[in-house]
C-alpha cells in the first residue's frame, strides 16, 4: 500500500534535516529520505556539512591550530613545549566522534519531532510521487501533498586531475590523510582550499596553492582580502594567483603537476598529495524523473523564486541546488521558510544578509556590501576601519592580526556592510548582521556600550571611525 505524508523531504543535509524537523514541529506528516550509509550500511544524516564538509573540517582545524600554536606561540606565554609530538590518528578519531555525535543527533530529533526517517535512493515522479530504491534495490512508492528538494551539492572534479585512490583527493579525501605528508598542493584559493590548506600546513606540511583568478578572495571586500593574503603568506602558504593546472601524473605514490604560472610559461612540481578543491555543484542527477515537470539549466540547479518555489505546485527545492551561496545557514533557513510556506504562514528571507566565512586562523568573515559593489551601484559610502593591533583583549589573547570594516551610506549613516579578518571575524561579523537585520546606523553601534575588555570593541570602534569619532585609533575617514 503506498504511504502518504503531508510532506516528503528529499535530502536530510542542513536544509532537509531542518526542514523536515520544522514541519513535524508544525504538525504536518513528515517523512525524510537519505540514501547516504556508513560501512554497516546505517543511515547517515546530516549530508555533507555534518559527515564531510563544515564539522569535520572544523574539528582539524581547531586540532590542527591548536598544535601550530603550541609550536609556534607558547613560549611567549612563558609555557614551554619541548618534545611536542602529533598523533594524527587520535586527531581523526576526535574528528570522527564528533560528526558521530552530531549525527547521532539528528536521529534522536527526528524522533522527537516524529519525522520518519526513510533510507534509500528518491526519484521525483509525475503528481508529487515519490520512488524509493533500498540498498537492496528493493522499491517502494511514497506521495505527498507537499515536497521538498534538497538534495545538496558535491565536489567538482576537474580533467587535469583526476581523482586517484587517497593521492589525488577532493575536500572529502583530504579530511582522511593517515599521516602528514612533507609537501601538499591546493587547486583553488576559495574557501575549501584555504581551509584544508590551512589545516595540513599547521600540521607540517609545504602547502602550494594554485588560483586561476589574478586576484585574492575576488568575493571579499578588497582591503581585507589583502590583508588575509599577507597573513596567510606569513604562516607558510604559497599562494600562487594567476596560475592554470594542465595535467597530473602520479608516479610511485607522488604526484607530478604540469601548470602554467602567470607570465604563461609552464612550470612542473612534484606533491605528496594534491586537494582538488574548485568548488561544488549542484547534485540533481537522478533525482528528478522526465514525468516529474522539473528541469536543471546547464549547471545543474533547479529554478525557484524567492520563496523557494518550483514551477511545479507545491514542489519546493533548497540549499545548494538553488541559486545563491552553497552555505549550510542558508540551505537551513530555506528549509525553515519553506516549512511555514506550506503551513500558509508569511515568512520571509532576507537575502542580501546571508553572513559568509573562511574558518582559517585568523578567521575572514562578511556580511553586505563590500566597496567594490558598493561603488559599481553608485553608492555614496563612509568607512570605518578598527585593527586588532589596538584591540585590548586582542593583544592579551597574542590574537592580534588583522581588522574590522564598518561601510556605511553617506547620506543616511546606515550599515550597508561589515567586514573582518581576525579573531572570532564570524561572531563578530553576526553582531554586524543582527545590526543591520534592525537597520542599525553606524551611529547606533557607536551609541551601544561594549563591554571592556572584549573582541566586541573592535566592531564599535569601527563604527565610531566610520564618522570620524574613534578614540584608540587615529581616525582616518576613507572614501
Not at 579525501?173 to 590551512?198: D, Q, R, T, Y
Request: proline letters at 3%; charged letters at 20%; aromatic letters at 6%.
Amino acid at each position: 500500500m503506498e504511504q502518504k505524508f503531508d510532506v516528503i523531504v528529499i535530502g536530510s543535509g542542513p536544509g532537509g534535516y531542518v526542514c523536515a524537523i520544522k514541519c513535524a514541529q508544525l504538525g504536518l506528516k513528515t517523512a525524510c529520505i537519505e540514501k547516504w550509509v556508513d560501512d554497516k550500511k546505517n543511515t547517515k544524516l546530516g549530508g555533507t556539512c555534518l559527515n564531510v564538509g563544515c564539522i569535520p573540517s572544523k574539528a582539524l582545524l581547531e586540532s590542527s591550530h591548536k598544535f601550530y600554536d603550541a609550536q609556534k606561540h607558547f613560549s611567549r606565554h612563558g609555557i614551554m613545549s619541548k618534545g611536542l609530538s602529533l598523533d594524527i590518528s587520535a586527531m581523526m578519531q576526535r574528528k570522527n566522534s564528533v560528526v558521530s555525535q552530531l549525527t547521532s543527533g539528528i536521529t534522536g530529533l527526528f524522533k522527537a519531532n516524529g519525522v520518519t526517517s526513510i533510507a534509500g535512493t528518491a526519484r521525483l515522479l509525475a503528481d508529487k510521487q515519490v520512488e524509493v530504491t533500498t540498498h537492496d534495490n528493493k522499491t517502494t512508492l511514497l506521495s505527498a501533498t507537499n515536497v521538498v528538494l534538497a538534495t545538496g551539492s558535491v565536489p567538482i572534479d576537474i580533467p587535469p586531475t583526476p581523482l586517484q585512490d587517497d593521492i589525488i583527493v577532493n575536500s572529502t579525501g583530504a579530511l582522511e590523510f593517515n599521516n602528514v605528508p612533507e609537501k601538499v598542493g591546493v587547486i583553488g584559493a576559495g574557501v575549501i582550499g584555504l581551509e584544508l590548506g590551512s589545516v595540513w600546513c599547521r600540521l607540517g606540511s609545504k602547502v602550494t596553492v594554485f588560483e586561476a583568478l589574478d586576484s585574492f578572495l575576488p568575493m571579499v571586500d578588497q582591503q581585507i582580502a589583502k590583508e588575509t593574503l599577507k597573513i596567510f603568506t606569513k604562516q607558510g602558504l604559497d599562494i600562487k594567483l594567476s596560475t592554470k593546472v594542465t595535467g597530473s601524473t602520479v608516479k610511485k605514490k607522488k604526484v607530478h603537476l604540469e601548470y602554467q604560472d602567470s607570465s604563461g610559461k609552464l612550470q612542473k612540481e612534484v606533491f605528496d598529495k594534491l586537494i582538488v578543491a574548485v568548488g561544488r555543484k549542484p547534485f540533481t542527477g537522478n533525482v528528478l524523473d522526465a514525468s516529474c515537470g522539473i528541469t536543471t539549466d546547464d549547471r545543474g540547479f533547479i529554478a525557484v523564486n524567492d520563496k523557494c518555489e518550483t514551477k511545479v505546485a507545491n514542489v519546493y527545492a533548497i540549499g545548494d541546488v538553488v541559486r545563491g551561496p552553497m552555505l549550510a545557514h542558508k540551505a537551513s533557513e530555506e528549509g525553515i521558510m519553506v516549512a511555514e510556506l506550506i503551513c500558509n504562514q508569511k515568512p520571509e528571507m532576507n537575502y542580501d544578509l546571508i553572513p559568509s566565512v573562511v574558518y582559517t586562523h585568523p578567521e575572514v568573515a562578511w556580511v553586505g556590501m563590500n566597496e567594490q559593489q558598493a561603488k559599481a551601484k553608485g553608492i555614496d559610502y563612509k568607512v570605518g576601519v578598527f585593527p586588532f593591533a589596538a584591540c585590548g583583549r586582542a593583544l592579551a589573547a597574542d590574537d592580534s592580526e588583522g581588522m574590522i570594516k564598518v561601510i556605511a551610506d553617506s547620506n543616511t549613516d546606515r550599515i550597508i556592510g561589515v567586514h573582518c579578518v581576525g579573531p572570532s571575524a564570524a561572531e563578530l561579523v553576526q553582531q554586524g548582521v543582527i545590526g543591520m537585520e534592525f537597520v542599525a546606523s553606524a551611529e547606533d553601534i557607536a551609541l551601544t556600550i561594549f563591554a571592556h575588555p572584549t573582541l566586541s570593541e573592535a566592531l564599535h570602534e569601527a563604527a565610531l571611525a566610520v564618522n570620524g569619532g574613534a578614540i584608540h585609533t587615529i581616525n582616518r575617514k576613507k572614501k
